[in-house]
């Protein structure tokens, strides 16, 4: 099993990334988190990966972290919840956020994610209850980018980015780039520009 790769980000494609490891090129999955933390091309870094081997070939999902992937298999292991719903979970939500609400049994929240029905939403509340009091307690959870404040500019923005395809855990990351620089920004096209510039750079695009 790959677990781990340290290598060059080569090309970042959405939420494909190819690492460039001595030559060998490792095309993945990663969540939010990593393509916030892993997705600038020509950077150095070090990815955890799982690895599902399938009957036409084997897949590498990508994590910014080794708990972000203990909470991906753990989402796994739930009956309905397959390695690509766990993506799109952990790409559409901050761990932080989908711990809460499994938490506050927020099923309207995960039904919001495509590719979870409410039946799959209602199991992954029922069955990982504990675990995800046991992730709560961890630090690597609200390590990721914060969510933009309710009301204003940076809402406006976010919903703004977010109709043009971007999850909110990418928009979260894009805003809080150009975050430092709200104050030179005297309009919402403006500030989206920035945004947009800033995430064509940092893909190396």
């Known amino acids: 099993m790959i677990a781990l790769l340290r290598g060059t980000v080569l090309e970042v494609h959405g939420n494909q990334l190819i690492l460039?490891?001595?030559?060998?090129?490792?095309?993945?999955?990663?969540?939010?988190?990593?393509?916030?933390?892993?997705?600038?091309?020509?950077?150095?870094?070090?990815?955890?990966?799982?690895?599902?081997?399938?009957?036409?070939?084997?897949?590498?999902?990508?994590?910014?972290?080794?708990?972000?992937?203990?909470?991906?298999?753990?989402?796994?292991?739930?009956?309905?919840?397959?390695?690509?719903?766990?993506?799109?979970?952990?790409?559409?939500?901050?761990?932080?956020?989908?711990?809460r609400a499994i938490q506050q049994r927020d099923a309207k929240r995960l039904t919001g994610i495509s590719g979870v029905g409410k039946k799959t939403a209602e199991r992954l509340i029922l069955e990982l209850a504990d675990a995800a009091e046991a992730f709560?307690?961890?630090?690597?959870?609200?390590?990721?980018?914060?969510?933009?404040?309710?009301?204003?500019?940076?809402?406006?923005?976010?919903?703004?980015?977010?109709?043009?395809?971007?999850?909110?855990?990418?928009?979260?990351?894009?805003?809080q780039r150009v975050g430092p620089d709200v104050a030179e920004f005297y309009d919402l096209q403006a500030l989206l520009k920035a945004a947009l510039t800033k995430q064509a750079s940092k893909r190396g695009r």
């Not at 739930?78 to 719903?85: D, I, L, N, Y």
């Not at 307690?137 to 971007?166: F, I, N, T």
Request: hydrophobic share 40%.
């Open 136 to 175: 709560s307690g961890e630090d690597w959870v609200d390590s990721q980018p914060p969510p933009v404040p309710k009301g204003g500019l940076l809402e406006d923005a976010s919903e703004a980015l977010q109709a043009l395809g971007y999850s909110q855990a990418e928009t979260d990351a894009m805003l």
């Open 20 to 99: 460039d490891v001595h030559g060998v090129g490792f095309e993945m999955f990663v969540t939010g988190a990593c393509l916030g933390t892993c997705g600038t091309v020509g950077e150095e870094v070090s990815i955890h990966t799982y690895m599902q081997v399938k009957d036409d070939g084997v897949v590498l999902f990508g994590f910014a972290a080794i708990d972000e992937k203990d909470l991906f298999r753990r989402i796994i292991s739930v009956s309905g919840a397959g390695p690509k719903t766990a993506l799109a979970i952990l790409t559409a939500l901050r761990p932080v956020e989908f711990v």
